[in-house]
Structure formats: C-alpha cells, structure tokens
C-alpha cells in the first residue's frame, strides 16, 4: 500500500494568512492525488484534483502542486470558511489512502 | 444535481454483517464514465477507503477488508450497497458513499451515516 503522510497535523494561523499543508506519497504517484476539505460532521469536499487542478466552484485562492512523491496544498489568503481539516488523497493505485488530516485552526 | 444518500440500520451487533445502500438521484448510475465508491471514518479519525464497483459489476476492494466486504451494483433502483460481515467494534464509522469518475478523486459525496458496533 502506498502511505500519505501529511503535515504538519495541527497548524493554527489566522484570517489573511498564506499557509502550506505538505502531503508525501511513500512511492511515486505521479500527480496522481486529491486534496479534500471536511468540516465537522460533514462530507469531505474535493478541492484539487491532479495535483494542481482545481475543482471546480473552489476558489482561487486554494493551489495545489508537486508530482512523485512531495506535494503541497496553499491557501494563499485564510478566511474564516476555511478553518476545517485537508486531508490528500493518492488515486494512482488500488488501495487508494489517505493522509492522516491536517487540521487547521484559528490562532 | 447529482445526489447521494445512504440509508441503513445505525446499530450492528458484534459479529453480525452491516449493510447499507446508497441512492443516486440526479444521475444515472449506469453511466460509463463513473466508479462508484465507499470510504469510512471511524469517530475522530481519518479516512478509509473500502471499494469501488462500476455499473457492470467490477469491483475493487481495499485488501484489509476485503475478506468480510461485498459492494454490489442495482442499476434498476440507481442504487449501490454495502455489505460487511463479521463486525466488530473496530468497524464503528461514519460511512459514505461517493461517485468516482474514471481517473479521477471522489467528486460527490453522501452526507455519511453513522454505524455503531454494539452489543
């Protein structure tokens, strides 16, 4: 199985903030890879897809990049809507995993 | 828009098999283009994948379940379930299903329905 692992797992920062959350595949996924947001006691929300493509209805201030086995998830400015855990996602090979979640709170 | 929502019992015995279904409303789970998955999250934790099947009946299955797993397909109702057997408290979750387009993450997903293993 390929393992994600993500970090940091907590990161607290505040409103107008630029964060990075780093998310490594134990083997070479290509681009393979989602990152997702989940807020509590909901569904996860896909925001990237490929890597770096954004899903759409995301705004723009969310960025995905990376390839093989490093990549990383920016939010460029935090606003309020966005505190909630990430979690990344490899989709290159069966069983697809995940990352442990990062979960990002008001500083 | 494409909806999807599971239903089932939310309290399975120890050693009994938990079983849920999910509904498609919006789409056609028959479409060619999509797999179409389950993922669980145990209370406070992170996410699982369980297994995908596509329309025709294929399915994938996350080898750490896959002794006690069983996805099935029913185009008739747009319908796709869930079964897993031999349960324990280990397999308390949230469970959700999601729609997977070929070579793609999961897009959409269920609201989740949370089982509890409980005598």
């Known amino acids: 199985d390929i393992q994600m692992t993500q970090s940091p797992s907590t990161l607290s920062a505040s409103v107008g903030d630029r964060v990075t959350i780093t998310c490594r595949a134990s083997q070479s996924i290509s681009s393979w890879l989602a990152w997702y947001q989940q807020k509590q006691g909901k569904a996860p929300k896909l925001l990237i897809y490929k890597a770096s493509s954004l899903e759409s209805g995301v705004p723009s201030r969310f960025s995905g990049s990376g390839s093989g086995t490093e990549f990383t998830l920016t939010i460029s400015s935090l606003q309020p809507d966005d505190f909630a855990t990430y979690y990344c996602q490899q989709y290159n090979s069966f069983p697809y995993t995940f990352g442990q979640g990062t979960k990002l709170e008001i500083k | 828009q494409l909806q999807l929502q599971e239903s089932g019992p939310g309290l399975v015995k120890p050693s009994e098999t938990l079983s849920l279904t999910c509904t498609v409303s919006?789409?056609?789970?028959?479409?060619?283009?999509?797999?179409w998955g389950w993922i669980r999250q145990p209370p406070g934790k992170g996410l699982e994948w369980i297994g995908n099947?596509?329309?025709?009946?294929?399915?994938y299955y996350n080898p750490s379940l896959k002794s006690r797993v069983t996805v099935s397909v029913d185009t008739s109702k747009n319908q796709f379930s869930l079964k897993l057997s031999s349960v324990t408290a280990a397999d308390t979750a949230v469970y959700y299903c999601a729609r997977l387009p070929l070579e793609l993450p999961f897009d959409y997903w269920g609201q989740g329905t949370l089982v509890t293993v409980s005598s």
């Open positions: 919006g789409g056609s789970i028959s479409s060619g283009s999509y797999y």
């Open positions: 099947i596509y329309y025709s009946g294929s399915t």
